[in-house]
């Protein structure tokens, strides 16, 4: 069963990818764009251009989300993405309550360790890293790994 699960983790972690990106994404275009219903607390509204930090943290969303999403960059885009996440977390919720529980920051903390894990799993399968990588490899054996040694 343990050989089963391990052979499949490539795909799981793409998947679990492919998921969280597309959830970060949707959260900047909501924000961005009014779709979706829009930025939170708005009504249906978006967050004004160039205002710290909710339109820059939502930029970052939909950015890195999409990167995430398409497996491009993960490990790069996930970092900032975490790091987006924490900033929000500290600046923003914990300064009403101690717990994500009772600060509302609980998608905040999700988000963050979610993409530190992807910093360190990278994109797993089904991602544009694992297609590039793979065309940009090497088509041919090193000549001096096939060539006899002289004694």
């Known amino acids: 069963m ?4 391990n052979s499949a983790q490539p795909y799981a972690i793409g998947l679990f990818r492919i998921v ?3 959830l970060f ?3 900047g275009a909501a924000s961005l764009f009014g779709v979706l219903g829009g930025a939170a607390g708005t009504n249906g509204g978006t967050i004004a251009a160039g205002t710290w930090p909710g339109w820059y943290a939502a930029a970052i969303q939909l950015v890195a989300g999409s990167l ?5 960059g993960t490990r790069a885009a996930a970092f900032i993405a975490s790091g987006s996440m924490a900033y929000a977390y500290f600046d923003v919720h914990q300064s009403m309550a101690l717990w994500p529980i009772q600060n509302g920051g609980e998608l905040s903390v999700l988000f963050c360790w979610t993409m530190l894990l992807l910093v360190f799993t990278g994109s797993g399968a089904l991602g544009l890293d694992q297609l590039l990588a793979g065309r940009t490899a090497p088509a041919t054996e090193d000549k001096r790994a096939s060539e006899p040694v002289a004694a």
């Open 25 to 27: 994404a949707v959260h």
């Open 68 to 72: 995430v999403l398409l497996g491009l």
């Open 20 to 22: 969280v990106g597309l």
């Open 2 to 5: 343990t050989g089963r699960l």
